[in-house]
Antibody
């Protein structure tokens, strides 16, 4: 069974940083591109970042480029998102998800349960 | 950025009725790389349709997708109680993936 489990969220002050993690199991992690998506309270879905299966290629939404960094450790089946210079508007539930195909340009077929990040003073 | 606009914002229907949800893109979606997701309160989104018209694994055949280019439709032929949720379209044809703002399907 495919499972994705996020961790690392919580309350952080504006300007602060967090490192979100996503532990993957039940599939061959190294074979799939992975992604992060967020959802502000009561709002829609926003794609944030992608990483290729090998980890060599990364992509970012314009809204987070330069502040967020995606990475993966294929030896530990773990996806990460380093989020810096946090703003109040970054408050959201952050989801990790798997690409349907091994490469990008495919939809997201498995999602974690999400982790809440709250940015507030 | 390829902006996706969903309509209507809210759709109020009764179980057994047919639902038609629309998603319009500001630019043609490359290779019809268009997906639909369902989200119920407190849950992660679930992939329903990909490639504009292919059902994901385990999705009932009352869900169908159609369209090409810039205009896409999700149809639910006969609504079941569990279908009342929020539905999002997503394009994954360009390197910056985008989602529509969602259509909330309410029980009338």
């Amino acid at each position: 069974e495919v499972q994705l489990l996020e961790s690392g969220g919580g309350l952080v002050q504006p300007g602060g940083s967090l490192r979100l993690s996503c532990a993957a199991s039940g599939f061959t992690f190294i074979s799939y591109a992975m992604t992060w998506v967020r959802q502000a309270p009561g709002k829609g879905l926003e794609w944030l970042s992608d990483v290729s299966a090998s980890g060599t290629d990364t992509y970012y939404a314009v809204s987070v480029k330069g502040r967020f960094t995606i990475s993966r450790d294929n030896s530990k089946n773990t996806l990460s998102l380093q989020v810096n210079s946090l703003r109040v508007e970054d408050t959201a539930v952050y989801y990790c998800a798997r690409h349907f195909y091994g490469s990008g340009f495919s939809p997201f077929d498995y999602w974690g349960q999400g982790i809440l990040v709250t940015v507030s003073s | 950025e390829n902006v996706l606009t969903q309509s209507p914002g809210t759709l109020s229907l009764s179980p057994g009725e047919r639902a038609t949800l629309s998603c319009r893109a500001s630019q043609s979606v490359r290779n019809n790389h268009l997906a639909w997701y369902q989200q119920t309160p407190g849950q992660a989104p679930r992939l329903l349709i990909y490639g504009a018209s292919s059902r994901a694994t385990g999705i009932p055949d009352r869900f169908s997708g159609s369209g090409s280019g810039t205009d896409f439709t999700l149809t639910i032929s006969r609504l079941e109680p569990e279908d009342f949720a929020v539905y999002y379209c997503q394009q994954y044809g360009s390197s910056e993936y985008t989602f529509g703002q969602g259509t909330k399907l309410d029980i009338k």
